[in-house]
């Protein structure tokens, strides 16, 4: 097969086009080309008048080898890599039941480890805090809707993790030599997403397709031999040997039954906060790092689809308009957007009472009136540390600390109930209280308090750090150069979004175990390894491959 990158066509070409662009483009006559298939569709819409449609496709040719020879030297013609997936060992038909290894937690991270671990023959054992996801987005819409909080069950914990009530971006910037995102892509295809997202670009599945996808995985997992446990919070690590030589042993759960096993996956999530502060009571070694705060912005999605496609907004290859913007500011802050959702709500995301946390999601049709991103400044362990001191190391935790505060204080300006504190773009900008929306209504549900978001409480702490609100307030009339109507005085800013990453890292060597506990697998975003839905689900896989070749005694190729 032959590979065909960069080949351009304008956004309205012809069906048939294609083929005859490939003809060209190889210098082949029609009888030579057998076939070909499209593997990615990008568009380049900088020119918003000229749009372009930027294809790979693989081709089967009657003579590949002329082919090859002819274009020698061609950057854009290469032979098609193999990306099929393929297991790095397999396990025994009878493999003992008391070697089987855990998985804690069932978001991406941990769906794609046990089920690499599964298809290895290893029968993983995953235990998930939260429940089922049909019994959990109830559980949801109950804090939506109700403003009733399960802490245990909710868009952070659950089945299928915080990726489930989400926007489903499937893309990622990892470097993947191994094609591990074609694995991801390939399994979700299986469980039922859309044929789509192996091809273009910036795939999405959006929130009500993943909730049946995931329960299909779980079938899948469990047809070949894996146990998935629902409510079975993991409070304790069971962990033996002196410092030098220590190794997991099992785990106990909030029930007191423990579990043993020597090997362990630690698929978290940013949010597991209480198991983040029982492993480092533990010992188990993790380092503070950084991660962001900010809003999340909403504008009306017509104006952002007018600004990014000009007149040819509305096409449906086009879809609905995302962006990505960053502004250095003058007081050396970077701030910028983050997970973008186009036509999407904005949610209430936080999994502890009386605070308050705000995230998108989007339906597959990404239909609904407002585009909404987060806004956020980037900001490091000197910026959190609670001890007051300049140098040294910083707790692990102090990040974790860092962003309760904000929350609670954003329960706080919220007025309670869940709803978040909100203000317009206009008088965010001016420095003055909001108290009626415009044109654009927030979509975040218990529902939006408008106030002034630099309002300081008796202690002068407004709604985020002074150097994050002065870097926010600079960065969108900034960004309205290059989104037309972006500081629109009716956008509405909503907060605070703090789970941007996780805000430490359970550090492990290059074998993917634990800097110094064997056995310990530390994986995905929780772990500080991922950043998003397709990452995490990679480092499941690499992480599962890891562990299998560790106890099955095989090597892996990274
Ligand atoms: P998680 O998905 O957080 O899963 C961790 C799991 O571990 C949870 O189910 C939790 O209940 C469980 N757990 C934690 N502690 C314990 C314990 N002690 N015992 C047992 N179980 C435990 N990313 C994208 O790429 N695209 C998007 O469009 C997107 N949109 C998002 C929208 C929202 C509203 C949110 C909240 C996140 C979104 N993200 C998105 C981020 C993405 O969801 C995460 O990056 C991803 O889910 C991380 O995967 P993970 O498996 O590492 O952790």
Same mark, same amino acid.
């Given at each position: 097969m032959l590979r065909i990158t960069d080949l351009r066509l304008p956004?309205?070409?012809? !069906?048939?086009a294609l083929r005859p662009a490939i003809l060209e483009r190889l210098g082949?006559?029609? /009888? /030579? *080309?057998k076939g070909f298939s499209v593997f990615k569709r990008s568009y380049d819409a900088r020119k918003k008048t000229a749009i372009v449609l930027i294809y790979t496709l693989d081709c089967e040719l009657a003579d590949e080898a002329a082919v090859f020879a002819r274009l020698a030297?061609?950057?854009?013609?290469?032979p098609t890599p193999d990306t099929n997936y393929r297991l790095v060992a397999q396990a025994p038909a009878? &493999?003992?039941?008391?070697r089987r290894p855990l998985v804690v937690g069932f978001g991406p991270c941990g769906l794609f480890a046990a089920l690499i671990l599964a298809q290895m023959g290893l029968r993983p054992i995953v235990l998930e805090r939260g429940k089922e996801v049909r019994q959990r987005t109830k559980d949801t819409w109950g804090l939506w809707r109700?403003?009733? *909080?399960?802490p245990e069950s909710n868009v952070q914990f659950g089945?299928?993790?915080?990726? $489930?009530?989400?926007?489903?971006?499937? &893309?990622?910037q990892i470097s993947d030599p191994r094609h591990l995102t074609r694995k991801v892509l390939a399994e979700f295809v299986k469980a039922g /997403?859309? !044929?789509e997202i192996l091809f273009v670009s910036k795939p999405h599945i959006g929130t009500f397709r993943l909730v049946s996808m995931i329960e299909k995985m779980r079938a899948d997992i469990e047809a070949l031999g894996g146990e998935i446990r629902f409510?079975?919070?993991?409070s304790d690590v069971l962990i033996e040997g002196r410092e030098g030589s220590r190794h997991v042993r099992g785990v106990v759960l909030a029930s007191g039954e423990q579990l043993r096993a020597d090997h362990v996956v630690l698929? *978290?999530?940013?949010?597991a906060r209480d198991t983040f502060t029982m492993l480092h009571e533990r010992g188990v070694f993790m380092e503070a790092k950084p991660f962001s705060i900010g809003y999340r912005i909403e504008h009306p999605q017509s104006l952002i689809d007018a600004a990014r496609?000009?007149?040819? %907004?509305?096409?449906p290859i086009l879809g609905a308009a995302d962006y990505k913007l960053v502004h250095h500011a003058s007081n050396g802050r970077s701030v910028y957007s983050f997970c973008m959702c186009p036509g999407g709500t904005v949610v209430? %995301? $936080?999994?502890?009472? !009386?605070r308050v946390v705000t995230n998108g999601m989007s339906q597959?049709?990404?239909? !609904?009136?407002n585009a909404n991103a987060g806004i956020v400044v980037g900001i490091g362990p000197q910026d959190y540390r609670?001890?007051?001191?300049?140098?040294?190391p910083v707790s692990p935790l102090d990040g974790m600390a860092f962003q309760r505060l904000w929350e609670s204080r954003a329960y706080v300006m919220g007025g309670g109930g869940y709803q978040a504190p909100g203000q317009l773009v206009g008088d965010f900008i001016k420095g003055q209280h909001s108290s009626a929306f415009g044109n654009v209504l927030p979509s975040y549900k218990p529902g939006v308090h408008l106030t002034d978001l630099h309002e300081p409480d %008796?202690?002068?702490? /407004?709604?985020?750090?002074a150097y994050a609100l002065a870097a926010i307030r600079e960065a969108l009339p900034a960004f309205e150069r290059q989104i037309?109507?972006?500081?629109?005085?009716?956008a509405v800013l909503t907060g605070?979004?703090?789970?941007?990453?996780?805000?430490?890292r359970i550090t492990r060597g290059r074998n993917l175990q634990s800097l110094n506990v064997a056995g310990l697998y530390p994986a995905g975003e929780g772990a500080g390894y991922a950043g998003g839905i397709m990452s995490a689900a990679v480092d499941g896989i690499e992480v599962a491959e890891a562990l299998g070749a560790d106890l099955l005694g095989r090597a892996v190729a990274t």
């Open positions: 956004l309205r070409h012809a !069906e048939d082949i006559i029609d /009888a /030579a *080309l030297g061609d950057p854009h013609i290469r009878d &493999w003992p039941h008391e109700q403003g009733v *909080l399960d089945e299928g993790g915080a990726g $489930t009530f989400s926007d489903g971006k499937l &893309w990622s /997403a859309p !044929e409510r079975q919070h993991v698929a *978290l999530g940013h949010s496609f000009g007149s040819n %907004a509305g096409h209430a %995301a $936080t999994s502890e009472p !009386e597959y049709s990404r239909n !609904e009136r609670q001890d007051g001191r300049s140098d040294g %008796a202690a002068g702490r /407004a709604s985020l750090p037309k109507g972006f500081s629109l005085p009716d605070v979004e703090t789970r941007t990453s996780s805000p430490l």
